[in-house]
C-alpha cells in the first residue's frame, strides 16, 4: 500500500505551554506561558526579515516572511539564536522564552499577520 504523509501549514512554536492571553482587539497575538529558556520554533519555513528590541513592547523579538505571505512575530526572547537574513526550517531553534520588554512573567508573544491585518494564531494553527 502507498504511505501518504501530510503536514499542517503550521505547527506551535513551543513543545508544552500554556496559554495565558489570548487573541482580541487591543492583544494582536496570543501569550503562550513556558519556563525562561524554552526553545522557540518558527510556525513555519521562512526567512527572518527582522530582529529587534523593543522596550516598552515585544523586546527581543523575530518577524518571519513564509513563502505563503503571511508573518509571524516572535516576542519576549530570552536570546535569539537566528538573525536578520536567516533562512529558517520549521525544525530551526528561533530563541528562548523570556520576559524582555513589557512582560510580567516568562512567556512567548505570538503574532501571525496576512496583508498586514493580524490574525488570530488559534484559527490557523493546529488543534492542541
Do not use: C
Request: hydrophobic content about 35%; cysteine-free; glycine content about 10%.
Amino acid at each position: 500500500p502507498i504511505e501518504t504523509v501530510t503536514t499542517t501549514t503550521f505547527q506551535f512554536p513551543l513543545k508544552e505551554f500554556n496559554i495565558s492571553q489570548s487573541f482580541s482587539w487591543h492583544h494582536w497575538g496570543v501569550d503562550l506561558a513556558a519556563p525562561e529558556g524554552e526553545k522557540i520554533y518558527p510556525i513555519a519555513e521562512g526567512k527572518v526579515i527582522e530582529q529587534g528590541y523593543a522596550l516598552l513592547g515585544y523586546g527581543n523579538y523575530l518577524l518571519i516572511q513564509h513563502p505563503n505571505g503571511q508573518q509571524s512575530l516572535y516576542g519576549h526572547l530570552s536570546k535569539a539564536m537566528v538573525k536578520q537574513g536567516d533562512t529558517v526550517q520549521r525544525e530551526t531553534v528561533l530563541g528562548l522564552v523570556g520576559h524582555t520588554g513589557w512582560a510580567t512573567g516568562d512567556h512567548l508573544h505570538l503574532e501571525i499577520h496576512q496583508n498586514g491585518l493580524p490574525l488570530d494564531p488559534f484559527e490557523v494553527l493546529p488543534e492542541k
